[in-house]
C-alpha cells in the first residue's frame, strides 16, 4: 500500500533536517501523503515549503491524536520529541492500531521512537565492559536489567522498553532510533545545533575554562554521527518500511546511528583550542573539575542543571556500536568518527553564531 507519514519534531535539531531532506531522498510516488506535526503559523509555512502538510493537535490529547491519523489514514509516524516518558507515545501506538483497524488487518503501521545514547550508558546502568551491540537479541532484555545510577533515566529506559511492549501487544511495528553525540549544522528551518556539542560550549562559556567530567578522561567514550549521516539512517529505515522490505521491529528494531566513538577528552580539547581562540574561555587547556563542587555548580548554572547533572550533559562511558544498519539496511556513515574532531572550530563557530541569535 501507499503510507501516510508524520513526522513529528520538525522545529528540531534532527526533525527539521529529516524534514528539509525527506524529498530529495524520496521520490513522491513511494508514499501517499507526508504531514508534519506543528504548533505555529511561521512552522505551518515552513512546513509547506518542504513539501509536508501542517497538523495542528494535543499530542497530550488521546482522543486528538487518534481522531488526527484516522482522518489522514496515516501509517507511518516518526516520533521526534519526547524521548524520557512514554505518554504520548503511547497515544500514537494506540492511535496506529486503530487506523490499522479501520483500513484492515493487512496493512501494517510503523512507529518509530527517538530515543538517545544516553540511555545505552553508564549512566542508565548499561553494560560498558566491550561493545553492546544495537543488533544484539538480548538488548530489549538488557534494557529491561538496567539500573540507571542517575534515578532520572530511569523514565527513559521504561520508555523504550513501553513502546515496544505497546506496540507488540496493538501489533504495531516499532523501532527504536538511537542518535549519540550528534554535529554538523542541521538542514532545518528551526534549530540547527545539537544538544551534545552546545553543552560542552554553554558549560566553557559559564565556567571560562573547558573542565573533564570523567577520571580517568580517556574511560570515557562515546558514539558519534554527523546530522546528515544520522539523517540518512532515518530515511534508509523509512524507505525500507515505505518498501515493505520488512526491516527489523520490536525487540528486534533497535538502531544506532553512528560512525564510531571518540574519547570525550579529545573533542573537549579540539573544542577548548577554538573556544580560547574566539576568547569565550581564558585558556584552550582541558582540566579535570575533580569534583569541585563550586566549579560544577558554575557549569551547571551554564547549563540549566544542577551540578549533580553536570556529567551527564558532558561525559560517562557508552560503548553502543552501531552493526544494525549496516547490515538491515545497507546504510554507510559518510563521515568517520574522527571528522567532529577536525571540523571542531566549525562546530565551536557554529554554535556561538546560533547562540549569539537565540
Known amino acids: 500500500m501507499s503510507h501516510s507519514i508524520l513526522l513529528t519534531g520538525v522545529s528540531g535539531y534532527l ?7 525527506v524529498g530529495n531522498a524520496l521520490p513522491a510516488h513511494k508514499y501517499k501523503n507526508l504531514y508534519a506535526l506543528v504548533r ?3 512552522q505551518a509555512s515552513a512546513a509547506r515549503d518542504h513539501g509536508a502538510t501542517p497538523l495542528r493537535f494535543d499530542v497530550k490529547d488521546a482522543s486528538a491524536v487518534k481522531a488526527a491519523l484516522l482522518e489522514h489514514e496515516i501509517t507511518v509516524v516518526f516520533f521526534l520529541i519526547d524521548a524520557l516518558t512514554a505518554t504520548t507515545q503511547a497515544h500514537f501506538i494506540d492511535a496506529l492500531a486503530s487506523v490499522k483497524a479501520e483500513l484492515g488487518g493487512g496493512v501494517d503501521v510503523h512507529f518509530l521512537h527517538t530515543s538517545g545514547a544516553k540511555i545505552f550508558s553508564s549512566h542508565a546502568g548499561a553494560p560498558t565492559e566491550g561493545p553492546l551491540f544495537d543488533d544484539d537479541p538480548a538488548l530489549y532484555d538488557v534494557q529491561k536489567g538496567q539500573k540507571p545510577i542517575i534515578p532520572l533515566l530511569q523514565s527513559a529506559i521504561d520508555a523504550n522498553n513501553i513502546v515496544v511492549e505497546r506496540a507488540n501487544a496493538q501489533n504495531v511495528r516499532c523501532y527504536i532510533f538511537v542518535p549519540c553525540i550528534v554535529y554538523g549544522p542541521g538542514r532545518g528551518f528551526g534549530n540547527r545545533i545539537s544538544i551534545q556539542t552546545v553543552a560542552i560550549v554553554k558549560a566553557a562559556r559559564a565556567a571560562r ?4 567530567v570523567d577520571e580517568p578522561p580517556s574511560s570515557a567514550t562515546w558514539p558519534v554521527c554527523h546530522v546528515d549521516d544520522n539523517t540518512g539512517l532515518y530515511l534508509a529505515l523509512l524507505d525500507a518500511i515505505l518498501a515493505e522490505k520488512d526491516p527489523a521491529s520490536g525487540k528486534k528494531g533497535y538502531y544506532l546511528a553512528s560512525s564510531g ?15 580560547a581562540e574566539r576568547g569565550v574561555v581564558d585558556s584552550g587547556d582541558v582540566v579535570p573539575a575533580e569534583g569541585d563542587a563550586d566549579v560544577l555548580t558554575t557549569m551547571g548554572r551554564g547549563l540549566g542543571c544542577p551540578p549533580a547533572l553536570v556529567g551527564l550533559m558532558l561525559g560517562g562511558r557508552c ?5 544494525h544498519a549496516g547490515a538491515e539496511l545497507a546504510w554507510t556513515p559518510r563521515f568517520k568518527a574522527e571528522h567532529i574532531l577536525e571540523t571542531a572550530a566549525e562546530e565551536v563557530d557554529l554554535i556561538l553564531g546560533n547562540l549569539a541569535e537565540s
Not at 16 to 21: C, H, P, R
Not at 209 to 212: A, H
Not at 261 to 275: E, N, Q, T
Open 15 to 21: 526533525g527539521g533536517s529529516l524534514l528539509a531532506q
Open 319 to 323: 560503548t553502543f556500536t552501531a552493526r
Open 40 to 42: 505555529t503559523d511561521s
Open 261 to 275: 566513538s571518540v574519547v570525550w577528552g579529545d573533542l573537549y580539547a579540539a573544542m577548548a583550542r577554538r573556544l
Open 209 to 212: 575554562r573547558v573542565y573533564s
